[in-house]
């Protein structure tokens, strides 16, 4: 039998596969096949983990009890446990098994990140020390989402952020792989939890993955798409809950492959993956409106605006201005993310007279939706197909924004699963019976 040659493969795990000891068990099994590689070549292995599913927005309660105005540094403190605690349970878990492991902290590594709490970016990551353990047949477990910054404090990468991490360590130790292990066994054309006729997809290209992950599609954290694009990760989406993992074929393990547009174009030569206009469709709950009345309809008032947020690092999104009315004012609509909205409300009232707006008129009821895919580039009438599907639906339309490979518009929260589902539809996108 031919001997595989041995590879180097990071493997992450999210917070429903790390949920409890029978869950991490089923996560070590997994490991340890990988691990043990096929014809006898042991694989080198790299696992990023999760804190338990539930287990940040608990802490991040715990802040907010301890206090509301909470120091992003000791918020960093506390949020980043959870996945030291899943990190030591599956370095136990594993040895239980056999297995040579340990758990490599933020801080050990260690992976160095910009000083921004809570949304820190990876600057670098250097790990002779890990990675002479891993050629040694050691198994590494590292605790996702955290890291350290300068000043040796311990810091965070923004919900989600495992994902980053996986990824930067996959880059950071020249990894053949990085297989992301999820709560569903690839990336669909949208949520499969929305809508039920949602199609799983071989492959779908980084620009498309950015996009769709930026616009809503937590699946993967928007900055770890940028990371594997821009590093060169070979990148894959698959399900932690496979059958009897430990024996489960190679088909069963078959997720979704991040790849490039050559490759894309590759596979649709061989009749792997077909051409779609659409690839995907995302909704983002997460932004509010804001609607500023009666603003001077002259040069530099939308910059009084916008300035003040840009300084608070606040992200503004969709940007409308309405046509002036007679007196030379207009209404000027635009969305932040909910979690900023009352930090935006301040800066604009404070800026009221320099403004010169009249009222503030804020909602959060409201979503994003979005439609993804290459196929815009080069094809006409994406838009309007969305329009008129939303239109005969009812669905009021309250701003829209493009991207070349993108089209978002903003509705009514409670209309959100109805929408999804009519432009999945209307884009030929639901899965045969
Ligand atoms: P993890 O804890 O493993 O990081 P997440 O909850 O962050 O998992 O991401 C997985 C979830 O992403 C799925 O359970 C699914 O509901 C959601 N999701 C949203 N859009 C998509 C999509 N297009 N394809 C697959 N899953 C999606
Ligand atoms: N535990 C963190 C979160 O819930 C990071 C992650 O799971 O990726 O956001
Ligand atoms: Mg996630």
């Known amino acids: 039998m031919a001997t595989d040659k041995p590879q180097r493969i990071v493997m992450k795990f999210g917070g429903t596969s790390m949920a409890g000891t029978e869950r991490i068990r089923r996560v070590a099994g997994l490991v340890r096949a990988q691990a043990a590689g096929k014809g006898g070549a042991r694989n080198e292995v790299a696992v990023v983990v999760s804190a338990m599913a539930g287990e940040t927005d608990r802490l991040i309660n715990f802040c907010r009890e301890a206090n509301p105005l909470h120091d992003p540094a000791e918020y960093d403190v506390v949020v980043a446990s959870g996945e030291q605690v899943t990190s030591g349970l599956l370095a136990l ?20 990140t910009v000083q921004s709490h809570a949304k820190a970016r990876v600057e670098a990551i250097e790990a002779p020390e890990m990675l002479e353990t891993l050629k040694q047949g050691e198994i590494a477990v590292i ?56 199609r799983k997809l071989k492959a779908v290209t980084y620009e ?21 694009m821009k590093a060169g990760v070979r990148l894959q989406v698959l399900s932690s809950f496979v059958e009897d993992s430990a024996n489960a074929s190679a ?98 009232e404070d800026r009221r007279d320099l403004i010169g707006f009249n009222r503030i008129i804020t909602d959060s009821q409201i979503a994003k939706i979005s439609v993804v895919g290459v196929g815009m580039k080069s094809h006409a009438g994406v838009a309007s197909t969305m329009f008129r599907a939303l239109s005969d639906r009812g669905i009021n339309i309250q701003a829209i924004s493009t991207s070349e ?15 999804v589902r009519v432009l999945h539809t209307a884009y030929g996108l639901d899965a045969v019976e």
């Not at 992950?213 to 900055?223: D, E, F, M, P």
């Not at 469709?281 to 910059?303: C, F, Q, S, Y």
């Open 208 to 228: 498309e993955m950015l996009e769709l992950a930026s616009v809503g599609a937590k699946v993967l954290q928007t900055r770890s798409v940028s990371l594997a």
């Open 93 to 112: 878990t594993l040895q239980s098994l056999g297995e040579r492991a340990r758990s490599w902290l933020g801080w050990q590594i260690p992976v160095r």
């Open 405 to 419: 490979i993108k089209v978002s518009v903003l509705i009514d929260e409670d209309e959100t699963e109805l929408a």
């Open 143 to 198: 605790p996702g989402f955290q890291g350290v910054s300068q000043d040796g404090r311990v810091t965070t990468m923004g919900r989600g952020g495992s994902d980053t991490s996986a990824v930067a360590v996959a880059a950071a130790i020249g990894a053949d792989r990085c297989d992301i292990y999820t709560d569903v066994d690839g990336v669909y054309t949208t949520d499969p939890r929305i809508v039920a006729k949602a």
């Open 251 to 348: 088909d069963d393990l078959l997720g979704t492959l991040i790849v490039s547009e050559e490759e894309m174009d590759q596979m649709v030569e061989k009749g792997l993956m077909e051409r779609q206009l659409v690839t995907g469709i995302a909704h983002d709950k997460t932004e509010a409106k804001v609607i500023l009345t009666r603003v001077p309809d002259k040069p530099g008032a939308v910059a009084h605006i916008f300035e003040p947020l840009a300084d608070a690092s606040i992200n503004v999104d969709m940007i409308i201005q309405n046509v002036g009315r007679d007196k030379g004012e207009t209404d000027v609509t635009f969305t932040v993310p909910q979690a900023d909205l009352a930090r935006a409300q301040a800066l604009l």
